[in-house]
């Protein structure tokens, strides 16, 4: 007779002292059924600070396990339980990195917003057995404007860098285009 192995519950997989910070559903292995990448994170109390604010934050830093789906339960594919920050650092004169996690078409995307700053993209793939990264994307943005966009694509071994020529080109002033045979008001 054979055994079916159901893997094991979410919980499992959680290390003791951290709790489920958020959770992801999507398909990872290209099996056709949903897996689960869980956001931990750490509870440790000498990580509850006052900032610079006066207020009380909490710095522990952020995980990150992935699980495949296996009959009604999971196997760990991936686990770091402390590669993120904690969504309460400091950013000096501006808010620290928004994390973002997207799974899209197969892949699980590590998207950092830095608000007018910008952004920065990992993008990861089942590959083989394990989770490869297979991309890099990021924009370097002053305000409104773009400096410069990268994008690495690891498996084609390709990078494209577009840069801004005039960065600062009417940053200052507002620039109106008139169509052909028309009157400015």
Excluded: M
């Amino acid at each position: 007779e054979k055994v079916v192995d159901n893997g094991k519950p979410k919980k499992d997989f959680i290390p003791k002292g951290f709790v489920v910070y958020s959770e992801y559903f999507g398909d990872l292995n290209q099996d056709g059924i949903d897996d689960c990448v869980l956001i931990i994170k750490d509870t440790k109390p000498e990580n509850i600070v006052t900032n610079r604010f006066e207020t009380e934050v909490d710095r522990n830093r952020r995980g990150i396990v992935v699980l495949f789906k296996k009959g009604n339960g999971y196997e760990l594919a991936v686990k770091n339980y402390n590669c993120f920050s904690s969504e309460n650092e400091d950013g000096g004169v501006y808010f620290p990195p928004d994390l973002d996690i997207r799974l899209e078409k197969g892949n699980l995307i590590l998207h950092y917003a830095h608000g007018r700053y910008g952004y920065w993209a990992y993008t990861f793939r089942h590959q083989i057995h394990d989770l490869e990264l297979i991309g890099y994307d990021a924009s370097d943005n002053f305000g409104p404007i773009t400096e410069r966009l990268i994008s690495i694509n690891f498996l084609t071994k390709k990078k494209l860098v577009k840069t801004n020529l005039n960065p600062q080109e009417g940053i200052d002033e507002e620039v109106r285009r008139i169509p052909d045979g028309q009157k400015q008001s």
